[in-house]
């Protein structure tokens, strides 16, 4: 059999990916995907890829040796997969939520940390640093839609704050009334600003 012939037969193994690896999300399917990708040899992260839900493991007859290792790989990656910490643009895709909402719910501590995780960006020698959470919070909750709490919880507290402002506002002179009251003070009480008025006033001096 002529060598191009050979090599069209190829050896291939699909995996699908569970909902508790995947919470429902595609993007953490990519996620996943991209962890396994990280832990095959360079020349072996090309051979796999995502359709759907199915991860897919393609190689070159002759290359059994290396395709036997990347099976051995990927199958444990999918054994650990749900329990993988779920990075940022991840947990977004499967609460729902806005980026901005992320890090307001993480910085008063309604969305809890699980650490932070450091990468180098492909191609890049600059490194960035972000929080991790722990898939089975996540999980949790996305079942009891503490999204949609946290929303109404703050839209609660914007109300309140506006009407806080408000009754301050209303409850504070303006300025032309302080002028106003000054002038008044002025007018109505020839005494205001003399000293010993009081002692004076007291002594019936005027009478």
């Known amino acids: 059999m002529p060598k191009h012939e050979k090599n069209d037969v190829m050896l291939m193994r699909r995996w699908t990916l569970t909902p508790d690896a995947t919470m429902g999300s595609s993007v953490r399917a990519k996620g996943i995907l991209q962890e396994i990708q990280a832990r095959l040899p360079a020349i072996s992260k090309k051979t796999i890829s995502l359709e759907g839900v199915d991860l897919v493991l393609v190689m070159p007859t002759d290359e059994r040796s290396a395709f036997n290792a990347a099976v051995s790989v990927v199958t444990q990656t999918l054994d650990d997969a749900q329990f993988l910490p779920v990075i940022p643009r991840e947990i977004q895709d499967i609460l729902g939520m806005k980026t901005s909402e992320r890090h307001r719910w993480l910085a008063d501590g309604r969305l809890p940390s699980a650490g932070t995780r ?3 960006l492909a191609g890049r ?15 949790e909750l996305l079942n009891r839609g503490a999204v949609d709490e946290w929303r109404v919880e703050d839209a609660e507290a914007r109300a309140e704050k506006r009407n806080a402002t408000y009754q301050a506002k209303l409850a504070r002179p ?3 009334s302080k002028r106003s009251k000054k002038a008044d003070s002025g007018t109505n009480d020839p005494a205001s600003g003399l000293p010993d008025w009081e002692d004076f006033d007291a002594d019936g001096l005027l009478h």
């Open 118 to 120: 450091t990468v180098r």
């Open 174 to 176: 303006s300025k032309k």
């Open 125 to 139: 020698a600059r490194q960035i640093t972000f929080h991790v959470f722990e898939p089975s919070v996540v999980d």
